[in-house]
C-alpha cells in the first residue's frame, strides 16, 4: 500500500478527518465542507505520528538536495516542523501570521542567517494562502524557499494555482483522492455522495449544501 493511501486510512481511523455529507463541517473562513482535517490530533498518536514524521523527512530528502533550515507555519505546522528538524539535525524556526505586538516584534522565531535554504511545513494545505504569506515573509528576510511540504492537501486548483505564480513548490504526504478511496472502502461515505463532494472540491467557497437521499 502507498504511503498516500496508507496515511489517508489512520487519519480516518483515529477520526483526525470527518467526512459528512448530510451535516457539512463549517470552516474559520466561513465556507461549509463535508470534510474536515484536524491533523493536531495525530499528536496524541504515536505511530501515526512517527510514520508522518517520517514521512516528511523522507519527502524532503528526495525532494530537496539542500536544506539548512526547517520553518513551521503557526501554528499547527510548529510541532512538525519542529520534530522533522530534530529527525534531521537542522535548525528550526517558525513564522507567525503577524510580528509579535510586544517585546522585539519577531514574526520569525528562531535563529536564521540570510541566503540560508529553507523548507517550510505545513499541516495541510487548503487554498496554500497561510502557507504562501509564510513564504514570502521568509523571502523578504533574504532567505531561499526550497519549497513546502506538507500532512494533507484538498487539492484545491486555487492553491495549485497560488503556489504556480510564485514558483515554488509544494509536496504533500497524503490528500484529498487517497481520502476519498479509503472512505468509500470503509463505507464512512456512499457512491452516491461522490458527485457532491467532488463538487465542492471544485468550487468550495460558492458550494450550496446540497445532499443526496
Not at 523522507?58 to 505546522?77: C, H, M, Q
Not at 535554504?117 to 532567505?143: C, M, N, P, Y
Request: aromatic share 10%; net charge neutral; charged share 20%.
Amino acid at each position: 500500500m502507498s504511503a498516500d493511501i496508507f496515511l489517508a486510512e489512520q487519519l480516518l481511523d483515529i477520526k483526525t478527518i470527518k467526512v459528512n455529507v448530510q451535516q457539512p463541517y463549517q470552516w474559520a473562513s466561513g465556507w461549509k465542507s463535508p470534510v474536515y482535517c484536524d491533523n493536531r490530533k495525530v499528536l496524541a498518536h504515536p505511530k501515526v505520528r512517527s510514520f508522518i514524521v517520517t514521512e516528511l523527512c523522507n519527502t524532503i530528502k528526495t525532494k530537496f538536495v539542500e536544506v539548512d533550515l526547517i520553518a513551521g507555519v503557526a501554528t499547527a505546522g510548529i510541532p512538525w516542523g519542529a520534530l522533522v528538524a530534530n529527525e534531521l539535525n537542522l535548525p528550526f524556526c517558525y513564522v507567525r501570521p503577524q510580528p509579535k505586538s510586544h517585546g522585539l516584534n519577531n514574526q520569525v522565531e528562531g535563529d536564521y542567517a540570510t541566503n540560508q535554504k529553507v523548507v517550510v511545513i505545513e499541516d495541510l494545505i487548503s487554498t496554500g494562502k497561510s502557507s504562501i504569506k509564510v513564504i514570502e515573509v521568509l523571502q523578504q528576510l533574504e532567505l531561499n524557499v526550497n519549497g513546502l511540504v506538507s500532512i494533507f492537501n484538498y487539492g484545491f486548483v486555487e492553491a495549485t494555482e497560488a503556489f504556480r505564480v510564485i514558483d515554488v513548490p509544494f509536496f504533500s504526504i497524503t490528500n484529498f483522492n487517497a481520502l476519498l478511496q479509503k472512505a468509500i472502502e470503509k463505507n464512512i461515505i456512499q457512491e452516491k455522495d461522490l458527485a457532491v463532494i467532488k463538487d465542492w472540491q471544485q468550487n468550495p467557497a460558492t458550494w450550496n449544501t446540497v445532499v443526496t437521499k
